[in-house]
């Protein structure tokens, strides 16, 4: 009898990128589970009440997802892969409507920042959702007047909505980076490695440089480094994404002598990214 497939939970609607992703890191049969807000993804992960999550962390044009970053902080969960998604957003409204009618655009606040320089070229107001899919069912459904939403062709097709326009997003390098969450390893991940730690540190000029240092001097890449709030007035905590699997001697030997320029420092796990 065949394993049954993992169940992991994504925030928002069916019809949301965080789905489009899940889909990508853990395959086409995944039991993917829509979850309210990236808080109930945590705790359903952390509760183990499903085999793994998935959250997007970072955008290539809207920077950081600072709720997740938090959220990593908190819960500490175990990280288990990495995927970067092509985002491409569509404008949607309800059969029979065209662009012209279109007064007001509902989408989640990083899809609004990434498609901001569109909606002011066409004098478009956005308004908060709680996430695209989300966005685009309440469209479908309440057809509230001279309203559109940005959500994905993928979204179009399940609510049954037009799309108005296509490829809206300010950049053709938009993408969004996610994580795997939980112990379910995603097959769909390459042989590179990561590893996301998080820091304080005493005097933030000089300590921040001191950390730094001890991965620079052994050749080890931090290809994110992200501020958050925590580590006493004026004094952030860091996280920090390197190049290198969690068990390298030389991330080893690094964060040895980065604990000894830091308050503390903690390995929130390493992970396959493709």
């Given at each position: ?10 925030q ?95 989408s989640?606040?990083?899809a ?15 308004v ?34 037009t ?70 007035a ?5 996280l ?10 030389r ?24």
């Open positions: 009898m065949a394993d049954a497939p993992p169940r992991i939970a994504f928002g609607e069916p019809g949301a990128f965080s789905e489009e992703a899940t889909r990508a890191l853990f395959g086409a049969d995944v039991d993917a589970l829509p979850h309210p807000t990236f808080r109930a993804v945590f705790e359903a992960v952390t509760q183990g009440r499903v085999d793994g999550g998935v959250v997007p962390v970072e955008n290539a044009i809207a920077g950081p997802v600072v709720d997740n970053l938090d959220l990593l902080i908190e819960f500490q969960p175990p990280l288990s892969g990495e995927w970067v998604l092509r985002v491409r957003h569509c404008l949607l409204a309800p059969p029979g409507r065209a662009l012209a009618d279109i007064e007001r655009v509902l989640h606040p990083q609004l920042a990434q498609c901001a320089g569109y909606l002011r070229g066409k004098g478009l107001h956005p908060p959702e709680s996430n695209t899919a989300a966005a685009a069912k309440r469209v479908a459904e309440e057809l509230p007047p001279r309203t559109a939403a940005i959500a994905s062709l993928a979204a179009a097709r399940r609510y049954g909505l799309v108005l326009d296509e490829g809206i997003e300010d950049s053709a390098d938009n993408a969004t980076r996610f994580l795997a969450l939980g112990r379910a390893r995603p097959p769909n991940v390459g042989t590179r490695r990561k590893t996301t730690v998080c820091v304080s540190v005493a005097d933030t000029a000089r300590g921040l440089s001191e950390v730094l240092a001890a991965f620079a001097s052994r050749n080890l890449t931090v290809t994110g480094l992200f501020p958050r709030p925590g580590g006493g004026w004094r952030p905590v860091w920090m994404d390197v190049e290198a699997a969690e068990d390298s001697p991330l080893l030997a690094a964060l040895e002598d980065a604990r000894a320029a830091s308050t503390t420092l903690r390995v929130l796990g390493g992970y396959a990214t493709g």
